[in-house]
């Protein structure tokens, strides 16, 4: 059984770019969720994808995107950065059905300067 | 939507003492409570959780409590070590994690 990947492991862009983050989901799970986290911060829910949908949102404005591939792969993508998009990026995978639990990649660190 | 309090956000412990980690949710529609524990730099590790139809769960020297009717839940843990230094989170959520809402982390220090 794999874990959670996530890719790139760090990533520096300029104010006003564009950014994709990728996530591979643990063998077996099909739901894939996405969170920003701050600096001394908890997680914040950005959006959550289950058969290649959409399935909730917390509150980020439309340039968060996201994708979910047949294979339960995931990516985040971010227009216009602004610099307080600045952050460690999380994806974590669970199998919707039958348990709660859910695991978290290592993250992609951001820096918008 | 659901939000979650955390309280301490920092504790220190002597080795082999006692920690208790409390958290307050605000949807009583949440019946997931999970745990993380993260250390520096690496990712949010799940620990322990417990749903809304159990009041304890126990594993190992860790143990979390659940009280739905004051929407509160807490950690404990016992016989602590300088190991399990780290930052904790508290979480709740409805079934499918959808929309999981975290606390805003306890950074937990064990003295040798």
């Known amino acids: 059984e794999t874990g959670v990947t996530q890719s790139p492991t760090h990533l520096i862009k300029t104010r006003g770019q564009q950014v994709t983050l990728r996530c591979s989901s643990q063998s077996g799970h099909n739901t894939v969720s996405w969170y920003q986290q701050a600096l001394g911060q908890g997680p914040q829910f950005i959006f959550q994808?289950?058969?290649?949908?959409?399935?909730g949102r917390g509150n980020f404005p439309p340039r968060f995107s996201g994708l979910q591939f047949p294979n339960y792969s995931s990516e985040l993508n971010v227009n216009a950065l602004e610099l307080d998009d600045s952050a460690l990026y999380l994806c974590?995978?669970?199998?919707?059905?039958?348990?709660?639990?859910?695991?978290f990649g290592p993250g992609t660190r951001l820096t918008v300067t | 939507g659901e939000n979650v309090e955390q309280h301490p956000s920092t504790l220190s412990v002597q080795e082999g003492d006692s920690a208790v980690i409390k958290c307050t949710y605000s949807d009583s529609a949440s019946n997931y409570f999970p745990w993380y524990k993260q250390e520096l730099g690496k990712r949010p590790q799940l620990i322990i959780d417990?749903?809304?139809?159990?009041g304890e769960k126990k594993d190992q020297r860790i143990a979390v409590t659940l009280n739905k009717t004051a929407k509160h839940f807490s950690l404990h843990i016992t016989e602590t070590q300088p190991e399990d230094s780290a930052v904790y989170f508290c979480a709740a959520s409805q079934y499918n994690n959808n929309d999981m809402r975290f606390g805003a982390g306890t950074r937990l220090t064990v003295k040798p």
């Open positions: 974590a995978s669970s199998l919707r059905q039958g348990s709660y639990e859910q695991y």
């Open positions: 994808y289950y058969r290649e949908e959409e399935n």
């Open positions: 417990i749903r809304s139809n159990v």
